[in-house]
């Protein structure tokens, strides 16, 4: 191996080698490669998340916002015109789907689309 400091006999520099690149590192033999970083992504393109969806039915369940998120907008505008008819009480409707979501109630295993939620 040459010195990286001194220049090739061509007159150009030479680049550096893999294992000198920064934050570069072999991988070990028998070891599988790491998934790359943000690996909690959805697997699936447009794929909703069971947590966010859980936790926007138990916060702003009154508003219908879970099922928006969801893809179900005329049920959330219907959760609206119930919580203002019934002077806010309406707003347990959200409170409940917002905790039947988290425990994975069969009812709210999938969005509007039929894509199953992610569980990140």
Partial sequence: ????????????W????????????????GYSPQPAYGGGQ?????????????????????????RFYLGYTTIGIVQIVVTVVTCGLGGLWGLIEGILILTKNEKFLTDANGVPLADS
């Fill in 14 to 29: 030479a680049a550096p080698e893999p294992a000198q690149q920064a934050g570069y590192e072999a991988p070990q033999p």
């Fill in 1 to 12: 191996m040459s010195d990286p400091n001194q220049p090739p006999a061509e007159g150009g």
């Fill in 42 to 66: 959805p697997a699936i393109p447009g794929q909703k998340s069971r947590m966010v969806a859980g936790i926007l039915g138990i916060l702003l369940g009154y508003l219908g916002v879970h």
